[in-house]
């Protein structure tokens, strides 16, 4: 009898259930509008050439070798990704009372996060939004934490933020628990508060005494600009909370599997800082010891260099360009075909994602009638369409509206 005998399979993980079946499709016009990654205009992956100029500079650097990084990682990239993060001039910074931790990808930071926020912490109760990166769940409740539960978020009647309900939600929270707010280009509703409902976001959090955990996996890559798409982070610390923050470096550098993160920890004063520091060096020690070098560089290379981060700034832009315009299209053709419904919402959401408002069965008939693939939840990744597809993909969707 087998060690693991009697052990149940888990459920299929769906995005990558969906890619398998799009994968094994043989129709010539399928489209693939599940994944999470960028695509190009010919629907292919993207290696930045920033990214290719730096590897080719760190293949040639005899001077570079491949001992361990420290616990927390290459200090060269975590110091320029908060500031990245959290601005040039960030009163943060400058009081010593923020550090950044180089971790394994925006997930292993949430995980480090919420290892901290629990074990250390003693937080029992996580929020994240309704919907939300269907992945929050299983890292915070790996993590440690007992109870994870969500806010209201998307009102599916305008197809825009609930903010009522949220505040509702965070109003009715218990004190101390642990509120997970998507730093910019909400995953998978592509709905942003603005800075005025921010505003009111803080209160709540203030007047509750909640504790924000900003998870960022799209600086740049949502509207093309760092700075605006850091602007939530940055009020929270400039109105003086204190929070962690998950970077993720996948999609706004093309690096996905290279696994590049950073967690950004900004606390109150110097010295309780060092605690958590010193708390945190040995959460990641028993963990996984110590990150991966590679991909961090070149990450660090183009952040610390000021012609290399012109040239990664170019690429952030083409990616948002590239998406705002396949918005632009897929909107206009569903207007000129006169599907029923209002499609402004598809050109108001931003970043990779859109929730299309597309219900169960006008998702699985996509599949079934026009090969094209999206989550059931009716979410689309713009970087799947392209000009060749888009007559195609914004018919289809006419048809089963219709
Ligand atoms: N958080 C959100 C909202 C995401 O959408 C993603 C990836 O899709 C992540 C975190 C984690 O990404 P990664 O671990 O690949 O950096």
Known sequence: MSFCAGIQAGPPIEVFALTQAFTTDTFDKKVNLGVGAYRTEESKPWVLPVVRKIEQLMAADQSLNKEYLP?????????????????????????????????????????????????????????SSEPTWENHRLVMLNAGFQEYKSYRYWDPATRSLDLKG????????PERSVIILHACAHNPTGVDPTPDQWKQIAEVIREKNLFPLFDSA???????????????????????????????FA???????????????????????????????????????????????????????????????VCI?????????????????LIKLGTPGNWDHITNQIGMFSYTGLNVEQVEYLRNEYHIYMLKSGRINMCGLTNANLDYVAGAINDAVN
């Not at 599997?257 to 708390?279: F, M």
């Open 166 to 173: 949220m505040l509702e939600d965070l109003r009715a929270a």
């Open 218 to 248: 799209y600086q740049g890559f949502a509207s093309g600009d760092l700075d605006k798409d850091a602007f939530a982070v940055r009020s929270f610390v400039k109105d003086g909370f204190e929070l962690v923050c998950c970077q993720s």
């Open 317 to 333: 832009k083409t990616m948002a360009d590239r998406i705002i315009s396949m918005r632009a299209g897929l909107k206009e053709r």
């Open 251 to 313: 999609k706004n550098f093309g690096l996905y599997n290279e696994r590049v993160g950073n967690l950004t920890v900004v606390t109150s004063s110097k010295e309780v800082l060092a605690n958590a520091l010193s708390q945190i060096t040995l959460l990641i020690r028993g963990m996984y010891s110590n990150p991966p070098q590679h991909g961090a560089r070149v990450v660090a290379t183009a952040l610390n260099d000021p012609t290399l981060y012109q040239e990664w700034r």
């Open 71 to 127: 616990v927390l990682g290459l200090a060269a990239f975590s110091q320029a990704a908060t500031k990245m993060l959290l601005g040039d001039d960030s009163p943060a910074l400058a009081d010593g009372r923020a550090v950044g931790i180089q971790t394994l990808s925006g997930t292993g930071a949430l995980r480090v996060a919420g290892e901290f926020l629990a074990r250390t912490c003693g937080r029992t109760t996580i929020y």
